[in-house]
């Protein structure tokens, strides 16, 4: 049995096994894996984790679990402490870039051997960021880069990873932090990742105002960023721009007038 089938009948077992009619929330933990894959006679992945991460970032769950959840709704895994998950009902509203958005043009300070020699999308997404300073253009903050693929514990959650943290400033002085979730190729962005974000920062950042980022490559050197909200509904979009990254002889008279046209509230 290949290593995606394996991880769909274990994480399917998992979730029935435990499921019962109008229930929101099914608890387990990373014992059962162990569990279900002796029952089943299957070989255990080398990394346990890597199955729970795999459908709470990479993969969509089975859809045995999917057709369990009423209209409108989705379920997803959440942590709940060291080596314990739930999978939890949310409106299915999945975060995607809008088509109808339109771009702005942004002279790309990449350089050239480091676009030869990125070796993921996600790595290669975060190094656009940074050389960019797309940030502090989208967030209108000055941003400095404190730490990337930051992992760390937070109660009630247990481990948690954000792909970047930045630090920033603004003209009154006030203090920022951005952690920023990055997504390259087929991967999407994941209302669990945000929701985390906004707990490591409460955690680890208490007293900096917290802003929620997520990046995500359209194709064609197009980055859509995002900036969430949380709040009685959960977690909200505040904010979402386009940059597409040009040489600067591509930004013409006629982009720079659009630009300034447009409200600085934008």
């Known amino acids: 049995m290949s290593k995606s089938k394996s991880y769909i009948t274990i994480i399917e077992h998992i979730f029935l096994s435990k499921y019962a009619e109008e229930v929101r929330e099914v608890s387990f933990e990373r ?14 992945p080398k990394n346990l984790g890597d199955l729970i991460y795999s459908f709470r970032y990479r993969t969509v769950l089975p859809e045995a679990i ?35 958005m339109s771009e702005i043009k942004v002279p790309d300070a990449t350089p050239g051997i480091v676009i030869m020699y990125s070796l993921k999308d996600e790595q290669a997404l975060l190094a656009k960021l940074r050389y960019n300073r797309l940030i502090d253009i989208f967030t209108g903050v000055t941003c400095y880069s404190l ?8 109660p009630k959650l247990g481990q948690v990873e954000t792909d970047e943290i930045y630090v920033g400033i ?6 920022y932090v951005f952690p920023v979730q990055a997504k390259g190729g087929k991967d999407k962005l994941n209302v669990v990742q945000i929701e985390q974000d906004f707990a490591l920062c409460a955690t680890k950042f208490p007293s900096l105002i917290c802003r929620s980022i997520g990046a995500q490559f359209m194709g064609d050197n197009v980055i859509a960023l ?41």
């Open 66 to 100: 999917r057709n369990k959840a009423p209209k409108g709704e989705a379920w997803i895994i959440r942590p709940i402490g060291r080596s314990r998950y739930k999978f939890a009902l949310v409106p299915d509203k999945p975060i995607t870039p809008t088509e109808m």
């Open 170 to 175: 603004d003209r009154r002085g006030v203090h």
């Open 31 to 44: 014992e059962d894996i162990e569990r279900i894959a002796k029952e089943l006679n299957i070989q255990l």
């Open 147 to 154: 730490q990337n693929h930051l992992r760390t514990t937070v």
């Open 226 to 266: 995002f900036e969430f909200e949380v709040g009685e509904q959960g977690v909200t979009l505040h904010l979402e721009k386009h940059y597409r990254l040009v040489s600067p002889d591509e930004i013409e008279d006629a982009d720079l007038n659009t630009y300034q046209q447009r409200s600085v509230s934008d």
